[in-house]
């Protein structure tokens, strides 16, 4: 099985102990693909999954993240007071039910290579890619869940695959497809933010303070806007139920949010983060 840490990274990292090979219902209660949905998985697809061990990294605060990923779900997390970095992988393939024991195979020729760079301003950067030898990548995918004290900038593109971050300092570049995107942080967003999915629903909530010149377009879905906390100024003539452009809080910072066949839900309200796993306002 190979899996890659750089090595400026090595001295400051350690895995954690984990089960590898455990059942695709068992220990899934923090990855980004939740125990329903994995069991779900394994019921109508016959998926096999595997959670590698925990990575811990001690980065030295605040962190900025790069991903690119062939697929599967990502999910960011920044937890206040917490110290340092965990990044939790689940490899996981779906060839059908009649394919299960080559699904279970398949995954050794799921890599993926987990770096620690020097950024901008001496803030480190978080880089994780991944890769696959399986002439089927379409049906296998990496998902993983990622903690840290302190988020900065998010870059995220993969396939088939939710993305959800919470409560990011800075900007937010995020390709997916069918999956959903969530962005939901308690601190004003005055950055560039890029969230475009296909048949996957986009929610982008915000703190009071936040800033843009929103462009919120949907193809065979609705657009939804709720801002409590913000000045507002319409200024597309397009505007209706699947589009809308407008200035937010008085600044021109690009807002992009981009997808088809699903909704899109902004909000600049207080407690953006205070929302269950469903949202539908």
């Known amino acids: 099985m190979r899996r890659h840490v750089s090595e400026s990274a090595i001295t400051r990292l350690m895995l ?25 998985n394994a019921l109508d697809q016959g998926e096999m999954a595997i959670d590698d061990p925990h990575v811990v990294i001690d980065t030295l605060g605040p962190i900025d993240l790069e991903v690119e990923s ?5 999910r960011v997390e920044a937890v206040p007071g917490m110290v340092g970095t965990t990044v939790e992988p689940v490899r996981r393939a779906f060839l059908g039910h009649l394919r299960r024991d080559e699904a279970e195979v398949s995954l050794e020729a799921i ?12 803030r480190e950067v978080l ?6 030898d399986h002439p089927e990548p379409h049906f296998q995918g990496v998902d993983f869940m990622i903690r840290t004290g302190e988020l900065g900038r998010v870059n995220v593109v993969t396939r088939r695959g939710h993305v959800w971050i919470e409560n990011n300092r800075g900007g937010v570049d995020i390709d997916t497809t069918y999956g ?7 601190h004003p967003m005055n950055e560039a933010v890029t969230l475009v999915s296909k048949e996957g629903s986009i929610d982008y909530r915000v703190a009071p303070g936040s800033t843009g010149l929103y462009d919120l377009r949907t193809i065979g879905g609705e657009v939804y806007q709720r801002f409590t906390d913000a000045r507002v100024v319409a200024l597309g ?4 139920p699947s589009i809308f452009y407008g200035e ?26 205070d929302c269950g796993p469903i949202i539908t306002e």
Do not use: H, K, Q
Request: proline residues 4%; glycine residues 10%.
């Open 16 to 40: 954690a102990a984990a089960v590898a090979g455990v059942s695709v219902i068992a220990g899934c209660i923090s990855t980004p693909t939740s125990a329903i949905e994995r069991m779900g």
């Open 70 to 74: 062939f697929g599967g779900n990502i």
């Open 111 to 122: 890599d993926y290579r987990i770096e620690l760079r020097e950024g901008e301003l001496d």
């Open 127 to 132: 880089v994780i890619t991944t890769s696959t």
């Open 180 to 186: 959903d995107i969530r962005v939901v942080t308690d």
């Open 237 to 240: 003539v397009e505007n209706g």
């Open 248 to 273: 937010v809080g008085g600044a021109d910072n690009p807002v992009t949010l981009r997808t088809t066949y699903a909704d899109i839900r902004v909000s600049v309200v207080e407690n953006p983060t």
